[in-house]
């Protein structure tokens, strides 16, 4: 018989692969998803601190944004009453008594815009580090006018608002100081 002719009982054996890949072909030992499950368990435990500190920085953000809501619209308030469009007493504070009455909607006094009302806030801001089970106007701490800036305590009007977060924020400021 020559090389290269198969013999008829040759035909039907199916062909064997010259090189056996061996037993690592069918899968990964058990060491390889060791590794592997530690590689993955280290990089979460580097990925958990930079989420919860993208989580606090939101939540910064949103203090930042509501302190300078209600701030300007106290400070819209304080105009409204100086140029008159807002009467009030004249022994009275020219700052509102609580952040509520910045949502209210009042007639403006202007002779030219007569028939207008004016409203500060659709809604007062919550403050996103104070207790959810609160109304929006009791998360923030409110400072009146006599107050000192370093003592705050809340007097007849509202002069000022800030966080009453324990908590100091990524710069190292703590929260109530913002």
């Known amino acids: 018989m020559r090389t290269g002719q198969l013999l008829r009982s040759d035909r039907h054996r199916p062909v064997q692969p010259r090189a056996r890949a061996g037993w690592r072909a069918r899968g990964f030992t058990l060491i390889e998803l060791l590794v592997c499950l530690g590689i993955l368990g ?26 300078w809501e209600i701030r300007d619209a106290l400070d819209s308030y304080r105009a409204a009453r100086e140029t008159g469009a807002l009467l009030g007493a004249a022994d009275q504070p020219p700052y509102p008594a609580t952040l509520a009455e910045l949502t209210k909607e009042v007639p403006d006094s202007r002779l030219e815009h007569q028939g207008q009302t004016l409203r500060f806030l659709r809604r007062v801001p919550r403050d996103p580090f ?24 809340p007097g007849p009007e509202v002069y000022d608002v800030y966080s009453n977060s324990p908590l100091k924020g990524l710069n190292g400021i703590p929260l109530k100081q913002w």
């Not at 958990?48 to 203090?63: D, G, I, V, Y």
């Not at 104070?130 to 305590?153: C, M, V």
């Open 42 to 67: 280290f990089l979460a435990t580097l990925a958990l601190p930079m989420a919860e500190m993208a989580s606090q920085r939101e939540k910064e953000r949103e203090l930042k944004r509501a302190l």
């Open 130 to 153: 104070a207790d959810t089970s609160l109304p929006a106007d009791q998360t923030w701490g409110l400072r009146g006018f006599q107050s000192d800036a370093e003592n705050p305590k």
